[in-house]
Nanobody, 125 residues
Framework: QVRLVESGGGSVQAGGSLRLSCVNSGDTYNMYRMGWFRQAPGTEREGVATILFTGGSTYYADSVKGRFTISRDNARNTLYLQMNDLKPEDTAIYFC??????????????????WGQGTQVTVSS
């Protein structure tokens, strides 16, 4: 079983920054890709950014390109999401997720196999 634990959420003003972390543990031998997703009240879960489990091959949602950076530290089994120039529309619960190899679109939430519990990010104007 794979376990994912997020941290780093909080409340900031517009223009501020936050860094989310996600530590993975357990049986990760067949994990291929990891990602960050978010869900605001009344909306569907959307993909934010994704990276290969070993690092590299990053993809971003258009709404966060140039502001968010996904990275991975394999020595620490940790996935990061650096969020800069935050906007009120970035307010959501952010989830870390992992999936096995798949031909599905890299930001397709339904194709991810393991999920963390989520961390709240609130951006005020």
């Amino acid at each position: 079983q794979v376990r994912l634990v997020e941290s780093g959420g909080g409340s900031v003003q517009a223009g501020g920054s936050l860094r989310l972390s996600c530590v993975n543990s357990g049986d990760t031998y067949n994990m291929y890709r990891m990602g960050w997703f978010r869900q605001a009240p009344g909306t569907e879960r959307e993909g934010v950014a994704t990276i290969l489990f070993t690092g590299g091959s990053t993809y971003y949602a258009d709404s966060v390109k140039g502001r968010f950076t996904i990275s991975r530290d394999n020595a620490r089994n940790t996935l990061y999401l650096q969020m800069n120039d935050l906007k009120p529309e970035d307010t959501a619960i952010y989830f870390c997720a992992a999936r096995r190899y798949s031909f599905a679109p890299v930001l397709a939430a339904e194709d991810y196999d393991y999920w963390g519990q989520g961390t709240q990010v609130t951006v005020s104007s």
